[in-house]
């Protein structure tokens, strides 16, 4: 493993360290780090494993209390108390993973507006507490899609790949295949107006000046609609190359749903 390479990931500060990984929000508020809009501990774990499983191989982790199991499992990471891996979060609105120890390190973020912060913190807090207006998704139908939504668990029916996966096509049964690798293009893309977006982003969309969305064409073929990532300030166009990583998507009865959102290139 390279030791003290530290590199943007994601959306996120990574450095790569001699036992593992520190990942870190970009974001800071008077020099102290902070999460971003749609990002939390959870999803810094995942895109620190993420990082990590370029070089290693991953299976089990040790979580922490912090983090969203049913999300890092549904990403390909078993929980395992007995794990080689175990996971840390810090106070800085940050991820250590490691099978060691790993220090901490010290990066300069982008600043944040305090009083965007805040009123973003808030709305997720009251989107939680609120009843849905829109289209209820079951805790039960959101755990059961886990797989396709977070690590694009995908189907083989022949010569076409297939995702989100299917019971059937026709009168035949799709294969398992592999997940989907995570980056495709652009053939569309539109944004959400701040008065016009679903009832579960209509606290965010407000703060956020809109939502942006995006058509993607895979590379593995599949198509597929993704909400582009809150903190990223890049402009879309048709024929860019996306990746994708795990964000916070909204709050539905008390429980945050996370996704696989657009990473502008």
Same mark, same amino acid.
């Given at each position: ?30 020099? !102290? ?7 939390? %501990? ?26 969203? =199991? ?6 390909? %990471? ?5 794990? !080689? ?10 991820? &250590? ?6 220090? @901490? ?9 305090? =009083?965007?912060? @805040?009123?973003?913190? @808030? ?35 022949? =010569? ?22 995570? &980056? ?8 959400? @107006? ?72």
């Amino acid at each position: 493993m390279t030791s003290n390479q530290c590199i943007p990931w994601q959306g996120n500060l990574a450095c790569l360290q001699q036992n593992g990984i520190v990942i870190k929000s970009r974001h800071s508020i008077e020099n !102290e780090h902070v999460f971003g809009p749609d990002s939390d %501990y959870t999803t810094l774990a995942i895109s620190g494993l993420n990082l990590l499983s370029d070089e290693l191989t991953i299976n089990e982790v040790k979580s922490n209390s912090l983090i969203d =199991d049913l999300t890092l499992q549904a990403c390909g %990471y078993l929980i395992d108390e007995k794990a !080689e891996w175990t996971i840390n979060c810090n106070s800085d609105a940050s991820v &250590s993973i490691s099978n060691g120890e790993v220090q @901490s390190w010290d990066i300069e973020g982008e600043e944040m507006d305090k =009083d965007f912060q @805040s009123s973003i913190q @808030s709305a997720w807090k009251a989107e939680m507490d609120a009843v849905s207006q829109g289209a209820f998704v079951s805790e039960q139908a959101y755990r059961s899609g886990a797989d396709s939504r977070m690590n694009f668990a995908s189907q083989q029916l022949g =010569d076409i790949r297939i995702w989100p996966p299917r019971e059937m096509i026709g009168d035949q049964r799709p294969e398992q295949s592999t997940p989907l690798s995570q &980056s495709g293009t652009i053939e569309s893309w539109t944004k959400l @107006s701040a008065g016009g977006a679903p009832s579960e982003f209509s606290l965010r969309a407000p703060i956020l000046d809109g939502i942006g969305t995006v058509f993607v064409r895979m590379d593995d073929g599949p198509c597929g609609v993704f909400l582009i990532a809150d903190d990223d300030s890049g402009e879309p166009e048709i024929g860019d190359k996306v990746t994708f990583a795990v964000r916070r998507l909204y709050a539905q009865d008390g429980l945050i749903r996370y996704g696989l959102k657009a990473i502008l290139s």
